[in-house]
């Protein structure tokens, strides 16, 4: 089956400075990745999601980047604010968006004001 | 339009007692998938149904886990005779009929004492 592994674990930046999360997978299947954001004792929130037949996809601050050949996809999100605090999961999956999605296990994101 | 929503958002029980989990779709949406999240960790796919059947249910527990997605109703995730390796939040999701993103509800954290 899928497997993610996502880093690092806990991002620590300065308020206005960028953030890179970076996954990868191992089913060269996979052709849906999704990120979301999840606040304290709230469900996750979708903010960004890339299918396999595009290499980068940017809303806003918001910009994910996918490589198929390595196998690895990343979020970024530039000029940071307090309200971007929060844990971030990428998940990939096979069935475009129809099937369970594997998910990484989470980055701690921290904004320094 | 509302989003998905679960309830109770908090439900204790006692070993050995029984859970049930409720999850209505947004408006529109009939697939429905729940996954399962541990303190500190990412969310584990349990199952995705379509109205009155189970497409996959390889996350599922063999024992004691049940789902169903009615033609009437909101979805019920079940758990029998409880133990506490149970205590998580459980997260239902829903996506519209062309099969694409996730969305995800406010979750169940569920106890058990």
């Known amino acids: 089956g899928e497997n993610v592994e996502q880093h690092p674990s806990t991002l620590s930046v300065q308020e206005g400075d960028s953030a890179v999360i970076k996954c990868t997978y191992s089913d060269s299947a996979s052709n849906y990745f999704p990120w979301y954001k999840q606040e304290l004792g709230k469900g996750p929130q979708l903010i960004i999601d890339i299918r396999s037949n595009v290499g980068e996809k940017k809303d806003q601050r918001i910009a994910v980047t996918l490589n198929k050949t390595a196998k690895h996809f990343s979020l970024h999100i530039t000029e940071t604010q307090p309200e971007d605090s929060a844990v971030y999961f990428c998940?990939?999956?096979?069935?475009?968006?129809?099937?369970?999605?594997?998910f990484g296990k989470g980055t701690h994101l921290i904004i320094q004001p | 339009n509302a989003g998905v929503m679960q309830n109770p958002r908090h439900l204790v029980r006692r070993r050995g007692q029984e859970a049930r989990l409720r999850c209505s779709p947004m408006?529109?949406?009939?697939?429905v998938y729940w996954y399962r999240q541990l303190p500190e960790e990412g969310l584990k796919f349990m199952v995705y149904l379509q109205k009155e059947n189970i497409i996959d249910e390889s996350g599922m527990p063999k024992e004691r886990f049940s789902a169903e997605f009615p033609k009437e109703g909101p979805s019920i995730l079940r758990i029998q005779q409880v133990v506490r390796g149970d205590s998580a939040a459980y997260f239902c999701?829903?996506?519209?009929?062309?099969?694409?993103?996730?969305?995800f509800g406010p979750g169940t954290r569920l106890l058990v004492l």
């Open positions: 408006k529109g949406h009939s697939h």
């Open positions: 998940a990939a999956t096979s069935g475009g968006g129809a099937d369970g999605l594997t």
């Open positions: 999701a829903s996506s519209g009929t062309n099969q694409e993103t996730q969305y």
